[in-house]
């Protein structure tokens, strides 16, 4: 069975940088997309970035953090990063890690919730960028 954990966390300085880390356990992660995802205090859940499975040669980001954060992958070790720069006070929340097996996942569309597809979950990391 497919889990997920994720690591990296922490508070930081508004323009600092942080590297979020999910790690797979159970089986390997090469056949998944993995979703990063955040989640603010009293707010819904938004979708951050996806890569697609295998070589992660697909990567999507939200508007909010184009240009800011990147998502790789190293699958030697089994591991999805979300590299964070420049943060910003509304870059504060809980990150979560998601992994879907199909690869339209990646696809953003309007026609479906940002949600849907990603079948196992990580328990989140705690992110925050105060002053």
């Known amino acids: 069975q497919l889990q997920l954990e994720e690591s990296g966390g922490g508070s930081v300085r508004p323009g600092g940088s942080l590297r979020l880390s999910c790690t797979a356990s159970g089986v390997t992660l090469d056949y998944y997309a993995v979703g990063w995802f955040r989640q603010a205090p009293g707010k819904e859940r938004e979708w951050v970035a996806c890569?697609?499975?295998?070589?992660?040669?697909?990567?999507n980001y939200a508007d909010s953090v184009k240009g800011r954060f990147t998502i790789s992958r190293d699958n030697t070790k089994n591991t999805v990063y979300l590299q964070m720069n420049s943060l910003e006070p509304e870059d504060t929340g809980v990150y979560y890690c998601?992994?879907?097996?199909?690869?339209?996942?990646?696809?953003?569309?309007?026609?479906?919730?940002?949600?849907?597809?990603?079948?196992?979950w990580g328990q989140g990391t705690q992110v925050a960028v105060i002053s």
């Open positions: 998601a992994a879907g097996a199909r690869p339209t996942i990646c696809i953003v569309t309007s026609l479906r919730p940002p949600t849907e597809g990603y079948d196992t």
């Open positions: 890569i697609s499975s295998f070589a992660g040669s697909s990567t």
